[in-house]
């Protein structure tokens, strides 16, 4: 979008790249699946189950090790360290990552009489280590016999380990050194967290093991609590302690395998994350992000059965995406969800990779299988080939949707689940996808600026510091639609006597989403509703809401709701990810028919079919979508702003809220050499006068001796228009000031009235909408 902006990032991104070996990229395009490397394999299986994977497209495999506690790995790492080797000299683009999980261990088959105890005579962790275990509130030590869960035997003992443990963890930390010294590409840890509710523990939070008591008590002056109170500080305090205990334990791994290997990766996988389990478990994505390369989310994906296949599960499931696309920022958000049949593998796929998220082809309920293998090599293929329109866009959007951690960890905890933020947000986040509006999930009200709208969902926690946030931006202009109990609550969740919003936040009592979203109840494969409704009730309250605020559009869409349809622009490419969800009860789509209007000047249209042929297209575009599409698009003639590096802050400002406001911009610096491709574009700002640096070449050329001699006079500001100056149709407007200072101060100002001169179709989603 911002040319200038882009190519310094390009040159800081290749830098990077090769200040740390070059390898990097390799998880933004990650294309992951098994591939299990057994040690018992001779050298020729290894090179030829690796040969398969990489001829399928596959381009990172996980593989699993023994546990070293519980058999001597060394001939393992031995075998997976000569893999490596082989795998990093024949196929540079695949990647080697290992499977740990380094809080939970299954010793097998240690209770043969199953009567809930280790046989005499044998030796489990537990018996040997029960200083190592996690805690329970009322007790008992985390050790489970039998099978509580898929991967654990019925002679089985499972147990959790406590990372607070001095003696444990630095044993964890040994095992992450080793393996890491055998030049993998990286390590996924699973499962990182406190036990709550597992086995026939039931709200048990763990840790209240005797190091975690004396750690809390160093680290915050309290006694951990013996019961719980959501009323209470001590309480909150040690619920976020939790989680910090589970994010420092993770960069502590990280960094020992960094230090060994600082190209070896570090991939946390974490279920769901978006609900309040993962304030009941401690491990909070949120936190997790910030140590970690990636985060792997594990997901309940509509894909998982065919008795789930619907609209609705979809249409959550995008939403679930487009939260972790918005969590993972720069990172990637690799997704671990899982299909049953080929229809659904496929589906699964294009809805994974509509989102930008990274597909990982298993089948239920294990991590290493495929439903299909032809087809799984056919979508590799796919997203290998077009990587560049799913990995390297930026999504556009100009509404914000805000995710609060403090009100997931705070409120709403006697509603299991899916209480009324979650309902909120994900209602908010799928009437938005269902009516063709484009957003982006926020975690933080930093940079609202970027953003026409931002929409606060029963975002009930909020600190007086983000309430001033929330106030500057909608007195600056900007809309804000608080719902539900938006910031009636503060920080820590106790509530406040009254709100505190500007009085031109839009505030909605209703808990619009959460009807939408229980209206409609999107379901897992372990409960099916019995009545549902349609939503469109509560969907045509809260576009009634929007509807004034006329938020502006880059295309005019016409298709059923059934359509999602997102932008992603890279550089001065527009690309279009649609993904049909009409009748998918039946596993596939209904073909259905998408017209499409790019409010950009664009060239070179051309339409993708999922795993099938492409075609080129005018824009407007009619197209008919299967299930997954792309479209791409050049644009041709954005808004060029030249600005010389002094007005550079003016520029950034101007593009931000032009923007937002749906135009496509290219900031150009002026430069005798380039001149004539800057006086060939249609709508120009140019920044400054005739005697500024660089573009005042340009600006003397346009200015009449009149003007100049306005410009020349101390505190002078100015905006001049010229029409069909250099070529017929061009606008030109020259924004000036007499010191530098003015003209930052004019743009400022007079923005609102820059972006009316500039000539654009008067669009906004909304007026467009088939319901
Ligand atoms: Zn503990």
Redesign the pocket.
């Known amino acids: 979008m911002k040319k200038i902006v882009c190519l310094a990032l390009v040159g800081l991104l290749t830098l990077s790249l090769f200040a740390s070996g070059g390898k990097n990229s390799w998880m933004n395009t990650a294309r992951i699946a098994g591939g299990v490397l057994w040690t018992d394999m001779t050298d020729e299986e290894m090179k030829e189950t690796v040969y398969e994977i990489h001829e399928r497209g596959q381009s990172v495999i996980l593989t699993w090790v023994p546990h070293p506690l519980l058999e001597d790995w060394s001939s393992h790492l031995e075998f997976l360290r000569k893999a490596s080797h082989y795998i990093h000299e024949t196929y540079p683009d695949l990647a080697l990552i290992i499977y740990q999980g380094p809080l939970e261990i299954v010793t097998p088959h240690v209770d043969s009489n199953r009567d809930g105890k280790v046989d005499s005579g044998k030796h489990s962790i537990y018996t040997d280590h029960p200083e190592w275990l996690?805690?329970g509130m009322d007790g008992r030590k985390a050790v489970f016999y039998g099978d509580y869960a898929f991967w654990i035997g019925e002679t089985d003992e499972d147990v959790w380990l406590?990372p607070?443990?001095p003696e444990y963890r630095e044993l964890v930390k040994s095992h992450f050194y080793e393996l890491a010294q055998i030049g993998i590409d990286g390590i996924w840890i699973d499962i990182p967290k406190f036990q709550c509710d597992f086995g026939d523990w039931n709200s048990n939070w763990?840790?209240h093991?005797e190091?975690?008591q004396k750690k809390f008590k160093e680290d915050t002056g309290l006694e951990i609590p013996k019961t719980i109170d959501w009323d209470a500080k001590p309480w909150k305090t040690w619920v976020l302690w939790r989680q910090q205990v589970i994010a420092n334990f993770i960069k502590e791994l990280n960094d020992t395998a960094k230090s060994v290997n600082p190209d070896c990766k570090i991939i946390v996988e974490h279920w769901h994350g978006i609900d309040v389990e993962s304030v009941r478990e401690a491990w909070s994505p949120i936190l997790l992000r910030e140590v970690t390369d990636c985060l792997a989310h594990e997901y309940p994906a509509a894909s998982y059965h065919p008795s789930t296949y619907d609209y609705y599960n979809y249409l959550r499931d995008v939403a679930s995406y487009l939260f972790y696309r918005g969590l993972g920022r720069e990172h990637p958000s690799w997704i671990l969800a899982y299909s049953s049949e080929k229809k659904g593998q496929k589906m699964l796929a294009a809805s994974v990779i509509t989102a930008g998220c990274n597909f990982y082809d298993t089948d239920v309920p294990d991590m290493d299988g495929t439903v299909n293998l032809t087809q799984q090599k056919e979508i590799f293929h796919w997203i290998k080939g077009y990587s560049l329109y799913y990995y390297d866009a930026e999504p556009w959007g100009n509404t914000g949707v805000y995710y609060s951690k403090a009100t997931m960890d705070f409120l709403y905890h006697e509603q299991w689940g899916e209480g009324d933020f979650y309902c909120e947000f994900m209602g908010v986040s799928m009437m938005l996808l269902s009516s063709h509006i484009p957003y982006k999930v926020i975690f933080s009200l930093d940079d609202l600026d970027e953003f026409h709208t931002v929409i606060l969902p029963n975002t009930a926690c909020m600190s007086e510091e983000e309430i001033g946030k929330v106030n500057q931006f909608v007195t600056k202009g900007g809309n804000v639609i608080a719902t539900g109990e938006a910031g009636l609550y503060d920080e820590w969740g106790y509530s406040r006597s009254q709100s505190l919003f500007h009085h031109n936040v839009i505030s909605i009592p209703d808990s619009v989403g959460a009807n939408y979203y229980r209206d409609v109840q999107p379901y897992y494969p372990w409960w099916a509703p019995e009545e549902r409704g349609d939503g469109e009730e509560f969907k045509s309250h809260f576009l009634a809401i929007l509807e004034p605020l006329k938020i502006p559009g880059i295309y005019e869409v016409d298709t059923p709701k059934e359509v999602i349809v997102l932008p992603f622009v890279n550089e001065n490419t527009l690309i279009l990810r649609i993904l049909n969800l009409s009748e998918i009860a039946e596993g596939e789509p209904r073909t259905q028919k998408v017209t499409l209007t790019i409010l950009w000047s664009v060239t070179n249209g051309r339409l993708y079919h999922f795993l099938s042929s492409s075609v080129p297209i005018e824009n407007p575009a009619t197209v008919d979508v299967h299930d997954h599409a792309l479209l791409t698009f050049n644009v041709s003639e954005p808004v060029t702003i030249v600005s010389n590096s002094y007005d550079r802050p003016a520029a950034d400002l101007l593009t931000t809220f032009l923007e937002k406001n749906g135009f496509f911009v290219d900031i150009s610096s002026s430069c005798h050499s380039c001149m004539e491709q800057i006086r060939g574009r249609t709508q120009l700002v140019i920044l400054g006068g005739h005697k500024a640096l660089g573009t005042g070449e340009l600006v003397d050329i346009l200015l009449t001796e009149e003007e100049k001699e306005l410009l020349e006079q101390k505190g002078a500001q100015y905006i001049f228009v010229k029409v069909d100056a250099f070529s017929e149709g061009q606008i030109v407007i020259i924004v000036a000031g007499n010191e530098r200072e003015d003209t930052y101060g004019l743009v400022e100002k007079r923005v609102f009235e820059i972006v009316q001169t500039l000539v654009r179709p008067e669009a906004y989603y909304l007026r467009f909408m088939r319901i």
Do not use: G, I, M, R
Request: charged share 20%; hydrophobic share 20%.
């Open positions: 996690q805690v406590c607070s443990d763990a840790c093991c190091d975690c």
